[in-house]
């Protein structure tokens, strides 16, 4: 079982240049998110979508775009990588059987820029 | 907003010691709770969860217990295992939204 399968998993860039992480699970679930990771500040959410073409905002969206036109994909992009950016990316997905859901998460992708 | 709070890592153990990771929360409403554990180089895999008040939820001997009255959901295990050396996260949710909010992690070393 492939569940969520984030790529690539490890990923240098210069600043200023742009990238896509990928995303895409098995699961037929129709919410789908990105998190990024910082020492000491948990997982703080990025972008959200709740079905495919609906998107929105989550915490921290400044310098991420995000798309939804496939059920089974939501690749972030980043526009003009900045040092800000280094972190570790987590998507995640759940299904809407309502509360106390399961999500579920994707190995991460470590993004260094230099 | 709402919020997570959970006890200032690291933590250091010996095999078979107990175990306790406070959590506590802030939010409306009656939101689910979840722990979530990352081991070296991985990605977040759920642990256990409660989704109501006084609920306990439990695996691979771990538990935890939902208490509304303190705001609470301490992790604990009666006897670790250097395998469970890992990064233990809090979070909660909130009725049918699937957005986490977590706490800051507690990073726990299990020595032999």
């Known amino acids: 079982n492939a569940g969520v399968t984030q790529t690539p998993k490890f990923q240098v860039l210069k600043t200023g240049q742009s990238m896509t992480l990928q995303c895409a699970q098995d699961?037929?679930?129709?919410?789908m998110s990105w998190y990024r990771q910082d020492p000491g500040m948990g997982l703080r959410l990025i972008h959200y979508?709740?079905?495919?073409?609906?998107?929105d905002q989550g915490e921290v969206p400044n310098g991420y775009n995000v798309s939804r036109s496939t059920t089974e994909d939501f690749p972030l992009r980043l526009l003009s990588a900045a040092p800000s950016q280094t972190s570790v990316y987590f998507c995640?997905?759940?299904?809407?059987?309502?509360?106390?859901?399961?999500?579920?998460f994707g190995e991460g992708s470590w993004l260094t820029v230099v | 907003g709402d919020s997570v709070t959970q006890m200032e890592g690291p933590v250091t153990l010996s095999e078979e010691a107990f175990l306790t990771i406070n959590c506590t929360y802030t939010a409306t409403g009656y939101p689910s709770l979840f722990w979530y554990v990352q081991y070296p180089g991985e990605g977040l895999q759920l642990l256990l969860k409660?989704?109501?008040?006084?609920d306990k939820g439990s695996n691979k001997g771990f538990e935890a217990t939902y208490r509304k009255e303190t705001t609470s959901f301490h992790l604990e295990k009666g006897s670790v295992q250097v395998s469970d050396s890992a990064v233990y996260f809090c979070?909660?949710?909130?009725?049918?939204?699937?957005?986490?909010?977590f706490g800051s992690g507690t990073q726990l070393t299990v020595l032999p």
């Open positions: 979070a909660l949710s909130k009725g049918s939204a699937r957005q986490l909010t």
């Open positions: 995640a997905s759940s299904d809407n059987r309502g509360s106390g859901n399961t999500i579920y």
């Open positions: 699961m037929n679930h129709e919410y």
């Open positions: 979508s709740v079905g495919a073409g609906i998107t």
């Open positions: 409660a989704t109501k008040a006084d």
